[in-house]
């Protein structure tokens, strides 16, 4: 049972790592972004051709990952998605899924349909046991450095100027400008910030989760279900609702296999009926 605790934990801190940029950019941002996903799917194959191809270690494709996917959000930023800001939800939501079917179908040319593969380095590969703990090195290297992350990422938007100025730009775009806050450059910094680490989420979970063009469409749900179990108005909500559907889905497909993947919706259909707002927000808040 601690093993699958463990697990689980390690799975949800994944699945936080991944959605918590879709979190910032719907929370924050109120941009609805289903192309979150392709993100994450351009870090993976970032590891994968920076390991396969040039031999890179993998430590240092990580960050490669992040800073190559926080590039290309910055950009796609700039040229397209600041045009849709002020557009109605239902016109963000098909154009950012008309990228996510572009993504999948660029990436299946240039990459091929087949499931992608990565040698993990020695001192990550195996398990130990640690109090009778069967515990799984790389879920280990997993848990503490999206648990850094996460701390960053709160600290961040919480504790910083620059988190000050996302809300007051957000909140309200004419006043923030009116005291000197450059909007434009905040805008593209943040959503820079969500696209890197849903690349760097990418990057770590190709060993766990698998990596094929059909990756953004695959797991699309799982992140916004994280979003909105946990709910926008702050990080806290969207980590708890990692870790709380992390354990459920391991547990789920370890003790009732013949459920599989229900357990996950099963949990989702609980909490939107209990807190239709999410884990952690006022009732009537965005």
């Known amino acids: 049972m601690l093993t699958i605790l463990f697990d689980g934990i ?4 994944l699945l936080f790592v ?18 979150h996903g392709a993100f994450a799917m351009a870090g993976g194959y970032v590891t994968v051709v920076l390991m396969n191809r040039y031999g890179i ?47 999948v179908a660029g990436v299946d040319y240039v990459m091929g349909g087949q499931q992608q593969l990565i040698s993990l380095p ?3 590969s195996g398990r130990f046991t640690l109090f009778g703990v069967g515990i799984g090195r790389y879920r280990l290297f997993i ?18 100027r620059i988190g000050s100025q996302l809300r007051a730009a957000v909140d309200d775009g004419r006043v923030a400008r009116g005291l ?32 094929d063009p059909n990756f953004p469409l695959k ?21 708890a609702a990692a870790m709380l559907l992390g354990i459920a889905d391991v547990a789920g497909k370890y003790y009732i296999p013949s459920l599989g993947a229900f357990i996950i919706y099963a949990v989702m259909i609980v909490f939107l009926i209990v807190r239709p707002h999410g884990l952690f927000s006022r009732e009537g808040g965005r």
């Open 180 to 211: 000197g806050i450059n909007v434009s450059l905040i805008f593209v910094l943040t959503f820079a910030l969500g696209s890197g680490l849903a690349g760097l989420g990418g990057a770590l979970g190709v060993e766990l989760l698998g990596l």
């Open 10 to 13: 390690a799975y949800g801190m």
């Open 57 to 103: 270690s993998f430590y240092w494709c990580l960050p490669a990952a992040f800073l190559a996917s926080a590039a290309l959000g910055a950009l796609l930023e700039v040229t397209l998605y600041r045009r849709l800001y002020a557009a109605p939800h239902l016109d963000q939501v098909l154009f950012s899924i008309g990228l996510v079917f572009m993504a």
């Open 219 to 239: 797991y699309l749900i799982y992140f916004m279900i994280v979003v909105t179990i946990g709910g926008t108005s702050s990080i806290t909500g969207p980590f």
């Open 122 to 124: 020695p001192e990550l």
């Open 143 to 160: 848990i503490v450095i999206c648990a850094l992350l996460t701390l960053a990422l709160q600290t961040a938007l919480t504790r910083t």
């Open 18 to 35: 991944l959605a918590c940029g879709l979190a910032v950019t719907l929370g924050l941002m109120n941009f609805v972004n289903l192309a």
